[in-house]
């Protein structure tokens, strides 16, 4: 591409081409601007629908804590709070999993090895997330209950095996771009690191993943956006309990109790009970635009790292 | 002392590894086990029966594989039209830097959005109640940034040298996009557009408010009010009263069939995906 742009600059011929918009090169622009437009009509309709509820409830639509529809009171915090406490948990358990096992494969593993392990983290990526789902309430669902039995829970729907389900969702995520961006060290660091007398583990911890660690914030804030907006797995397993605000916001009791997340609450039937009511209607959607700028603002914040270190990676 | 040190730290990287592995092959055993004694001719060719109690699956797949194409056929222009664009046409790095941050934006939104926005303009605004073609636009427009990406990644990586070879025969900025680019960004096509189908053949959330119902409908007719049945919301719906036994064969034979479509099209671009990872560490 820079040959033919250095061709144009020398060549009087090819500048007067480029100037002559084709067809082929009208078509292109046309089909590039109906598909980026499509992410601006998606956000200017989920404001457009919800603009309702922004202006009766204002603020209180974030930080109120009672979701009641027959009285037109719509609060948000529970399901922001559950959301919140299953990517978190999903974090918690796929982070650092995800981020040993990136260390084992692009450091320590002989290359057939890794190739190996990488085959299956691609097919593990594949897993659909209703399969998930499936295992989510047939099996997990009662080790929870059978992990908790002395605490003597409900059920084994809880906000906990919600986030544990997501954690092995996103683990092949966080597995492939951590490794990705270990690999993207450049080998001379690490022999030299060698060289000097380093044993593995303080040529991996000291050298190679400070340089790898705004990759690896891009993978897990990647990972995060994944979480937070899973919903056919959580919903099967999270009891959709609404109006869940926990007392104390750092307790671990509401955690191993049923909870709400923004995309279990949008993926229920209540979105075809509120299709009637504006204002109701008007809250659901606004919980799809909060779902929005969560997961949309984590996958730009990863481009945005993913670039800085490219660049960073190009200089150096 | 450092030795310890050392050689826990290793172990603890290899278990991290090994559990990952654990996982895998213990979901796919599960599925596989419980599911393998289901699934037979008869279980893909017959038709749903009694509430997915009795019978098979045959317009489920049948459903899913509608859906796959139509997004496909919706992706395809789409994508090779951003990412001729992206890579060849803007001139200026700010925009196309632009460009690729909406289309990871795009990639971020999550699936369930897309029903939502489906349902809303589609569903409500356009009226065409719940349709095989909503479902297949909008799992195309969510594959889009997969297969733009894949494509823009091939299409900067192909050498200068090819372009200027056209150059200076004289093909026209066109031909060089219908005679060089697109031939051989081929393999980017088929890679992004697999990986984009196996996501796209086990989601559930785009196509729950717009295209899919779970029982009553077959081989669509038209577009209006013509939803058709899938895999995963036949999985999704069974899996929430699955205390039946016979319902509980029939779904784990349905999620070993999706779960059998999805690894084959990631097998198919596993090579691609690797080389791409793999070469990775020598730039």
Not at chain 1, 58 to 67: E, T, V
Not at chain 1, 236 to 241: C, D, S, T
Not at chain 2, 33 to 40: D, L, Q, T
Not at chain 2, 250 to 277: D, E, N, Q, Y
Request: charged residues 10%; aromatic residues 8%; positive net charge.
């Amino acid at each position: 591409m820079t040959g033919i742009r250095a061709l144009e600059t020398e060549s009087v011929q090819a500048q007067k081409l480029a100037r002559r918009v084709s067809l082929t090169q009208w078509t292109s622009w046309v089909l590039c601007l109906i598909a980026l437009t499509s992410l601006a009509a998606l956000v200017l309709v989920l404001i457009h629908e919800s603009w309702p509820v922004w202006r009766v409830a204002g603020i209180d639509y974030l930080a109120g804590k009672q979701w009641l529809s027959s009285r037109h009171l719509f609060g948000a915090a529970p399901m922001i709070y559950g959301t919140m406490a299953v990517a978190i948990i999903a974090l918690g358990c796929a982070a650092p999993i995800g981020i040993g096992a990136a260390i084992c494969t692009s450091e320590l593993l002989p290359r057939r090895a890794r190739l190996t392990v990488k085959i299956l983290v691609e097919l593990l990526a594949g897993v659909p997330s209703v399969v998930y789902g499936l295992l989510g309430v047939l099996v997990l669902r009662g080790w929870v209950y059978d992990l908790l039995e002395p605490l003597d829970p409900l059920s084994g729907d809880t906000l906990l095996t919600g986030g544990l389900l997501v954690g092995v969702m996103i683990l092949p995520t966080i597995l492939t771009l951590s490794d990705d961006a270990l690999r993207g060290v450049p080998a001379s660091l690490r022999a030299a690191a060698r060289g000097l007398g380093l044993n593995a583990r303080e040529t991996i911890c000291r050298v190679v993943l400070p340089q790898a660690i705004p990759g690896i914030i891009a993978a897990i804030l990647l990972a995060l956006g994944r979480a937070l907006g899973e919903m056919i797995a959580v919903f099967l397993v999270v009891g959709r309990q609404d109006n869940q605000w926990p007392e104390r916001l750092w307790s671990v009791t509401p955690l191993i109790s049923p909870g709400q997340t923004l995309a279990s609450k949008l993926g229920g039937s209540e979105i075809h009970i509120a299709h009637g009511d504006p204002l109701h209607w008007a809250a659901m959607v606004g919980l799809g635009l909060l779902l929005l700028g969560m997961a949309g603002g984590a996958a730009a914040a990863a481009f945005l790292l993913q670039q800085k270190q490219l660049r960073h990676a190009q200089a150096s | 002392m450092r030795k310890l040190l050392d050689l826990t730290f290793r172990a603890a990287a290899v278990l991290c590894a090994l559990l990952a592995c654990l996982i895998f092959g213990w979901i796919v055993s599960a599925i596989v086990w419980r599911g393998f004694s289901v699934v037979n001719w008869r279980f893909l060719t017959e038709p749903m029966r009694l509430a997915g109690a009795e019978g098979g699956i045959f317009h489920n797949l049948i459903g899913t594989l509608i859906l796959l194409s139509t997004a496909l056929i919706v992706t395809t222009p789409l994508s090779v039209g951003t990412a001729l664009v992206t890579a060849f046409y803007i001139q200026s790095e700010r925009w196309r830097r632009l460009c690729l941050l909406c289309l990871y934006v795009l990639n971020g939104v999550p699936s369930l959005l897309f029903g939502l926005f489906g349902f809303i303009v589609f569903v409500s605004f356009f009226g065409w109640g719940k349709s095989w073609l909503t479902g297949g636009i909008l799992l195309g427009f969510m594959i889009l940034p997969t297969v733009s990406v894949a494509l823009v990644e091939r299409l900067r990586s192909l050498p200068p040298l090819r372009m200027e070879a056209a150059a200076g025969l004289g093909l026209s900025r066109s031909r060089i996009v219908w005679f060089v680019l697109l031939p051989q960004c081929l393999g980017g096509w088929v890679s992004g557009s697999f990986l984009g189908l196996a996501r796209a053949a086990g989601e559930t959330a785009p196509i729950l408010f717009t295209a899919t119902i779970f029982a009553g409908a077959s081989i669509p007719s038209g577009i209006k009010e013509n939803p058709v049945l899938t895999l995963p919301y036949h999985i999704f719906i069974l899996a929430q009263d699955s205390f039946d036994q016979a319902i509980g064969g029939k779904v784990w034979g349905t999620a070993l069939v999706l779960l059998m479509l999805a690894f084959c099209m990631s097998l198919v671009v596993l090579p691609v995906r690797l080389r791409i990872h793999e070469e990775a560490d020598h730039v």
